[in-house]
């Protein structure tokens, strides 16, 4: 396999955004918070991020199905829920509500860290295609020859939750009545780490400690590639700037029927 480490340019490569009529921005709509006892059950089965939100890889950008992050519809109450019966935050002084823009935030981070993953690999796809990144076939295969294993999925996830472990998740304090002091600060970090622990195999494996450098590594060894510095360099590069991507978010309400 041909690699390249120059260093890349991935906006030239992304789809133009479009957003069809069934699908909301997330930053519109306020039903995102609204609660969906289903959804919650379902998260329940399987204790997956996957079952709360998806990342779209823009190698599978359709017009009536674009790139970008997907959160469904009550998905930040039920790991409000989730974090209060891990117990962490039973003697802070929180409202719950305050919990859901942290929650939110945790499955927008996870499936980012999807995103700056794709973006790693994308240079496989660039030496192989002459430059053209984006073709679906392509993505797929690399998709079904490297990393369909469940030892690989469980790595991106423990990865994608890694990186979710590594930040800090301040509350946005609503106002109390009778003038109540409030801190100036509460980090509910631990608590979004608790709910982690909860989840299966590789997710429930992060590690706060693990980089974008460490994660390169293991896509290397997952492609079967020699580790070399300076390509590890130019992927965790490729990482961080992806991190730092306004990537498209939406609400859906249910399951695309075709995720192709």
């Known amino acids: 396999m041909q690699i390249t480490d120059r260093p890349l340019r991935l906006e030239s490569h992304f789809p133009d955004e479009v957003i069809p009529y069934n699908i909301i921005r997330l930053e519109e709509e306020r039903i ?8 919650h059950q379902r998260f329940r089965d399987t ?5 709360l939100g ?25 790991i409000a829920h989730e974090m209060i019966q891990a117990g962490s935050i039973t003697n802070e002084p929180v409202i719950f509500d305050e919990l859901l823009r942290p929650a939110l935030n945790s499955i927008l981070l996870h499936e980012k860290y999807h995103h700056a993953i794709e973006a790693a690999v994308t240079p496989f796809l660039i030496s192989q295609n002459n ?3 984006l073709r679906y076939d392509s993505y797929l295969a690399l998709q079904n020859l490297y990393f369909n294993s469940p030892m690989y999925r469980e790595f991106e996830e423990k990865s994608c939750n890694s990186f979710v472990a590594r930040n800090r998740f301040e509350l946005d304090f609503i106002p109390r009545m009778h003038g109540s002091s409030l801190p ?14 909860t989840q299966p195999p590789g997710y429930c494996d ?26 590890v360099k130019s992927m965790a590069k490729a990482m961080s700037q992806a991190l730092k991507r306004n990537i ?3 609400i859906i309400t249910s399951p695309p029927t075709n995720m192709e």
């Open 32 to 39: 995102l918070y609204e609660y969906d006892r289903h959804l």
């Open 47 to 51: 204790r997956t991020f996957e079952v």
């Open 54 to 78: 998806f990342y779209r890889p823009f190698h599978y950008h359709r017009s009536d199905f674009p790139w970008g992050i997907y959160v469904y519809r009550g998905s930040p109450k039920v």
């Open 131 to 133: 430059g053209n990144s």
């Open 184 to 197: 100036s600060s509460v980090d509910v970090g631990p608590a979004i780490r608790d709910f982690m622990k």
């Open 206 to 231: 992060f590690d706060a400690t693990l980089s974008n450098t460490e994660t390169a590594k293991e896509l290397l060894r997952f492609l079967n590639v020699k580790i070399q510095p300076t390509l």
């Open 248 to 250: 498209p978010k939406y």
